[in-house]
């Protein structure tokens, strides 16, 4: 009987300081401490780092027994007819592999949660009327439903993982969103129309909302328009005064539908109108983004942006659009659905309009984009059709092409570069 990857880690790291730990794997001591005491478990990454340092000849056991431990932990694990399959061919994939076969340390949604860790977790929120509650982050955005979380239990998060809702990122200085975001890895969940954290990350996106920086800079100046304000009352009444062109610009960041890069010529799906008789589509996104936090961080101390702490962006158009997206990221669906999409894309889903509403969400069809219209067909290789199709659009934008794409020659190269980084293992050190 193997060893669990507890007992092994301290194993290896016996008299080991937290500490030096913390330098070796390149996370926090927290992290470290979660991971000894097996709050956490180790990506590939994590152990690779931890075995080519304090024991080489053990690396294949350390993988088996990580990989071991994120079978148990999920609901496959429950399945007594499955197990020994699944055991027998983790065994064959890792053992007798040795610091000099590791794998590249690539990050994509192939390796999510486990390649993402510290995570936090960002959520919409209520939007409040009330005098005695109201704050500048009930303005522009709309209420997220609790719904749109409905299949977090099956992402395989560490029971580290905090969540926030988004009014922090509206609320809370500048200084303190880098000291408590700028070094972990960002879950939002739900659109730039009701959560604010997602507005601020989709320009950074490769899979965004096609929407103008105009009807975002709009809402931003709304918001700060009511922040000198001086007593609740006045905030009160400044929303219910300016209620209607807040939510005249919240429709705006759906009218142009959703950027995606691997769709030529026109490069933009999930138009906000487009229906089917008895069957009404929703549209949603996942994808990787910058961490704005991070990226503060690293101007600050005079750095390029490594991309070491990532975003990642769950999001619909509407509410169903915005839980299938979450639900994609579960354990159970994870090695199908990113098998040729390891960076995101766009998802359709598909609502039979006669089922109960009960049921309707959960019973709905989600399938990506590409896979869906029978046009098109989903790429072999995504990393190096987002790469060549970026390039081209960076292109064309420089030349004056492509203006109904609401994005900057800089933002594609950007996403370019964010791809690059997600592909290779950060560097060691800041």
């Known amino acids: 009987m193997p060893q669990d990857i507890k007992s092994l880690l301290n194993a290896i790291v016996d008299g ?16 470290v401490t979660q991971l000894l005491q097996g709050d956490q478990i180790p990506s590939d990454q994590t152990v690779a780092l931890l075995a080519e340092a304090y024991a080489p000849e053990r690396m294949g056991e350390l993988l088996f027994a990580a990989a071991l431990a994120r079978l148990e932990r999920s609901r496959f694990g429950e399945r007594e007819d499955l197990k020994a399959a699944a055991r027998a061919a983790l065994e064959a994939k890792y053992v007798g592999c040795d610091a000099r076969r590791t794998g590249d340390g690539a990050r994509s949604f192939l390796n999510f949660p486990e390649a ?3 995570m936090v977790l960002v959520t919409g929120d209520k939007r409040e009327d009330r005098e005695s509650w109201i704050t500048i982050a009930d303005l522009g955005a709309r209420t997220a439903t609790p719904a749109d979380t409905r299949w977090m239990a099956s992402l395989g998060l560490s ?39 997602a507005r601020k990350i989709n320009s950074s996106a490769i899979f965004r909302f096609n929407y103008s920086k105009e009807a975002e800079e709009a809402i931003e100046e709304l918001i700060d328009k009511a922040r000198d304000l001086p007593t609740s009352t006045q905030l009160a009444a400044y929303k219910e005064q300016h209620q209607i062109d807040f939510e005249k610009r919240i429709r705006s960041l759906f009218a142009g539908g959703i950027l995606d890069p691997t769709y030529p010529d026109e490069y ?44 990642i962006m769950a999001a619909g158009i509407h509410h169903p659009g915005t839980a ?106 800041k």
Request: a positive charge; glycine letters at 4%.
């Open 116 to 118: 993402f860790e510290p």
């Open 16 to 31: 080991v300081k937290r500490n030096d730990i913390s330098k070796v794997i390149e996370k926090s001591k927290s992290y």
């Open 268 to 311: 933009v799906a999930a138009k906000y109108t487009q229906r089917a008789q008895q069957v009404q589509y929703d549209w949603g996104v996942v994808t990787f983004c910058a961490n704005p936090y991070y990226e503060a961080l690293c101007k600050r101390e005079g750095r390029p942006n490594d991309h070491r702490y990532v975003s």
């Open 324 to 429: 299938h997206a979450l639900r994609q990221l579960g354990v159970e669906n994870r090695e199908r659905t990113f098998e040729k999409h390891p960076f995101g894309g766009v998802l359709r889903v598909d609502l039979d309009m006669g089922a109960h509403f009960s049921t309707r969400v959960e019973k709905a069809v989600c399938r990506w984009e590409d896979e869906a219209d029978r046009f098109r067909s989903a790429p072999d290789d995504q990393k190096a059709m987002l790469d060549e199709h970026l390039s081209a659009i960076a292109k064309d934008l420089k030349n004056r092409r492509l203006r109904h794409l609401e994005l900057e020659a800089k933002q594609a190269e950007a996403c370019r570069t964010l791809i690059a980084r997600l592909s290779s293992p950060p560097k060691a050190g």
């Open 159 to 197: 029971t580290g993982t905090v969540k926030h809702i988004d009014k922090n990122f509206l609320l809370l200085p500048e200084d303190e969103l880098i000291k408590r975001f700028g070094e972990t890895n960002l879950l939002v969940v739900g659109s730039p129309a009701a959560n604010h954290l």
